[in-house]
């Protein structure tokens, strides 16, 4: 059992900055992947940006240059920092974690960011 709790949404202006944060606690030990997920009104559930235990990064081609994804193994905590933001980053950002050795996704409960003027 693996619970992920996310925070730091928040309403910014466009170029603006914002970093979210998740948790994760229970059975962390299984988790080699984690990433972050964002779901726009209307639309699907799309990856942007994912690390492995041993730091490696995969990023969507929408947000390469301006979000960084981090990970602290020893706190069990990812997060990703956002930069240069533009309205249609808009969207529920969700935390997730993927189990090693049979792939079972956990998701955090999500976390708002909206980008306005």
């Known amino acids: 059992q693996v619970q992920l709790v996310e925070s730091g949404g928040g309403l910014v202006q466009p170029g603006g900055s914002l970093r979210l944060s998740c948790a994760a606690s229970g059975r962390t030990l299984s988790i080699n992947v984690m990433g972050w997920y964002r779901q726009a009104p209307g639309k699907q559930r799309e990856l942007v940006a994912t690390?492995?235990?041993?730091?490696?990064?995969n990023y969507a081609e929408s947000v390469k240059g301006r979000f960084t994804i981090s990970r602290d193994n020893a706190k069990n905590m990812v997060y990703l920092q956002m930069n240069s933001l533009k309205p249609e980053d808009t969207a529920v950002y969700y935390c997730?974690?993927?189990?090693?050795?049979?792939?079972?996704?956990?998701w955090g409960q999500g976390t708002q960011v909206t980008v306005s003027s």
């Open positions: 997730n974690a993927q189990r090693h050795y049979d792939r079972l996704n956990y």
């Open positions: 690390i492995t235990s041993g730091l490696s990064t």
